[in-house]
């Protein structure tokens, strides 16, 4: 009979986590509370007509947990984490990483930097990549993150995965 694989065994062999280099968040919703009036003007115009189409409740509040959805990005609070492995952003239930490695272009722009997989400019840039954020008042967060994101795509580059730092 086969012994049964030890937990505490398989749990201790597990590599450790990655050191993080800088974490920060984002909250669109506090930095740009003018926003908010038109999506619950549009919540309340996709439940109005929803529900005089259907004649019934649920395909209207389907319709607004579309809307929500569409704009959690803006609604939730995205937490951004750069580590030695690569870079995360998570916000709600969305959660997207990309490994240092595998980064081939970075498409910086003024409050925000997208790293791409992608060799070339594609029409699946906007599909494909981590997009990191920035705070629209903070040029020195800016300037910080984007010299640690340079250099690590840098050194990945160069093959050298060891930290000086």
């Excluded at 450790?16 to 669109?28: F, N």
């Excluded at 629209?136 to 930290?163: C, L, P």
């Amino acid at each position: 009979m086969a012994e049964a694989p030890n937990i505490a065994t398989a749990v201790s062999n597990t590599s450790e986590p990655p050191a993080v280099l800088r974490q920060w968040k984002i909250r669109p919703v506090i930095d740009q509370p003018q926003r908010v009036v038109p999506i619950i003007a549009l919540c309340l115009f996709v439940l109005v007509v929803g529900y005089l189409t259907f004649h019934t409740i649920w395909p209207a509040i389907a319709g607004v947990l579309m809307l929500l959805g569409a704009t959690s990005e803006y609604l939730l609070t995205t937490n951004y984490r750069l580590t030695e492995r690569g870079a995360h952003a998570d916000c709600g239930v969305s959660r997207f990483e990309i490994e240092w490695s595998k980064v081939k272009r970075l498409l910086i722009s003024d409050n925000a930097v997208t790293l791409s997989p992608l060799p070339r400019p594609s029409r699946l840039d906007a599909f494909r990549g981590v997009n990191i954020r920035f705070s629209s008042e903070k040029k020195a967060q800016r300037d910080e993150i984007m010299a640690m994101i340079e250099e690590r795509v840098a050194r990945s580059r160069a093959g050298d995965t060891t930290s000086n730092a």
